[in-house]
């Protein structure tokens, strides 16, 4: 089973200024309630028992409202912003977050901290198949919104993705929620030192580059409501909804 859950609410939110000059971008509310205590909670009904919160910006906001957070998860949080002053990319942040995982983790579900997916189930089966499979890493993707027109990635008939633009298949946009093997943030696909001592910032879209020509990383489209809060006026388009 896979059990750990892991939340990236490391960023600064600058296209989200002035509303994250006080106030850390997860930490803003969606109809009533902070991003990041909707994904922590839908992460819990999906059977996860464990939480790291990778932090930098305004991280002790975070730390301490995960603190109080009505919740049964067992939460970390991997304070990069203490550590190194500064958040360490997508693929440095997982690198250091690793460790505070239970021991002998093999895969984890992964989020952003900034999305809205209220329909999106963290689902034991998917889960359990992926567990099971070559795949390195397993991709949610959703229709291209107006912001990133092109996609990022194409999925193929066979469920796997590529990101080669002469590529067969549908170009969708990662939606920032996947499950992903542990491993793939080893040698050969990942140069960082385990556990990320020095603090080097890395980006993760070269790992999956690398785990994507070897055929090792698979995807679903996702249709349901889903929204990259980015900018305060998506947020406030969430909030006050045209009729």
């Known amino acids: 089973?896979?059990?750990?859950?892991?939340?990236?609410?490391?960023?600064r939110g600058a296209r989200m200024r002035p509303l994250t000059d006080h106030t850390p971008k997860p930490l803003l509310a969606v109809r009533g309630q902070p991003l990041l205590a909707r994904i922590a909670?839908?992460?819990?009904?999906?059977?996860?028992?464990?939480?790291?919160?990778?932090?930098?910006?305004?991280?002790?906001?975070?730390?301490?409202?995960?603190?109080?957070?009505?919740?049964?998860?067992?939460?970390q949080c991997s304070m990069e912003g203490r550590d190194f002053g500064h958040a360490l990319d997508?693929?440095?942040?997982?690198?250091?977050?690793?460790?505070?995982?239970?021991?002998?983790?093999?895969?984890?579900?992964?989020?952003?901290?900034?999305v809205y997916a209220p329909a999106f189930q963290f689902d034991r089966a998917t889960a359990a198949a992926f567990l099971a499979s070559d795949a390195l890493a397993h991709l949610w993707l959703v229709?291209?919104?107006?912001?990133?027109?092109?996609?990022?990635?194409?999925?193929d008939a066979t469920g796997r993705l590529s990101h080669d633009r002469a590529a067969s298949g549908e170009w969708l946009t990662y939606a920032t929620i996947g499950?992903?093997?542990?491993?793939?943030f080893g040698h050969p696909w990942c140069d960082v030192p385990p556990g990320n001592p020095k603090g080097v910032?890395?980006?993760?879209?070269?790992?999956?580059?690398?785990?994507?020509d070897d055929g090792l990383v698979t995807g679903?489209?996702?249709?349901?409501?889903?929204?990259?809060?980015?900018?305060?006026?998506?947020?406030?388009d969430l909030n006050n909804p045209q009729p």
């Open 179 to 184: 499950l992903f093997k542990t491993k793939l």
């Open 220 to 236: 679903t489209r996702f249709d349901g409501e889903w929204v990259d809060v980015g900018t305060p006026q998506r947020l406030d």
């Open 41 to 75: 909670t839908q992460m819990q009904v999906g059977g996860l028992t464990d939480l790291v919160v990778n932090t930098a910006w305004l991280e002790a906001q975070i730390a301490d409202f995960l603190s109080n957070l009505p919740l049964s998860l067992r939460i």
């Open 201 to 212: 910032s890395a980006p993760l879209a070269p790992l999956l580059r690398r785990a994507m």
């Open 143 to 155: 229709p291209n919104p107006a912001h990133n027109p092109n996609g990022d990635f194409a999925l």
């Open 90 to 114: 997508t693929a440095g942040g997982i690198v250091r977050a690793l460790p505070r995982m239970p021991a002998g983790t093999a895969a984890f579900w992964l989020s952003a901290g900034d």
């Open 1 to 11: 089973m896979i059990t750990t859950g892991l939340i990236l609410a490391a960023g």
